[in-house]
Structures are given as C-alpha cells and as structure tokens.
C-alpha cells in the first residue's frame, strides 16, 4: 500500500477513492433521509445528487472535522499559547493552572480552587458600609 501511495498512481487512485467515498456517504444520506424523515416529519424523498448537496451543505456549515483528540487546534494558536504560557512568572502560571482547573476539571462540584468551605456555604460574609 506505501508504494502506491508513494508512485504516480496516487493522482489517479486517490481521486476515484474520494469520488467513491462520497457517493457512499450521499447513499447512506438519502437512505437515513427517505427512513426516518418522511415517516417522522412528512418531508418530501429525496434522491441521490440531493442528498450529495445536502451533505455538503451541512460540512461547510458545521465543518469538516478538524478537531479530535490527537488535534488541539491550529498549529498557530499551540505555539502562540506555548509562548505566551513560558513568559509567565510563576505567580501568574499557579494562577492560570487554578484557574483552568476550576473552569475545566470539577464539573459537578461545589468546590473551587481558592476558596475555602466558608466562602460556598451560601452565607454572606462581606461587611457592608452604610
């Protein structure tokens, strides 16, 4: 496989690969489409280049998948992150890191980084001038 990847075939196979795919993919949309949408909602059936346009319509709309678990994002954002975090001093690193522990990590919990249990008991300790 690395060969035909690596020769000239790859111009000629790799286009028929995509042509083929969508086709698969416009298939499976027109028939999840004509299933479920026509006996739920009472829409029209569509046909095969409908259902390609639609599903073209819909990767430029909502994207085409870039993010994942292996991808963060842009190469341009990571380093600009990177550099930014390394001109931090310490003081303001801690902070950060407490800051995106508490935005990120403790879903679901009373507890944030910082305050202790008598700042979320709910009563108010602040003192008021009249």
């Known amino acids: 496989m690395k060969k035909i990847i690596k020769s000239s075939a790859r111009f000629i196979l790799i286009p028929i690969l995509a042509t083929g795919f969508l086709f698969l993919i416009s298939f499976v949309v027109m028939h999840l489409w ?42 341009w954002r990571n380093a600009a992150m990177r550099k930014k975090f390394e001109q931090m001093d310490e003081a303001e690193k801690a902070l950060f890191k407490a800051r995106m522990r508490e935005r990120w990590c403790q879903w679901g919990s009373d507890q944030k980084v910082g305050f202790t249990d008598s700042d979320t008991d709910g009563t108010n300790n602040d003192k008021e001038t009249n």
């Open 34 to 75: 004509n299933y479920t949408l026509t006996a739920v909602l009472g829409v029209k059936v569509i046909n095969l280049w409908q259902s390609m346009a639609l599903f073209v319509l819909c990767k430029l709309l909502f994207g085409f998948g870039g993010g994942g678990p292996r991808r963060n994002g842009p190469p």
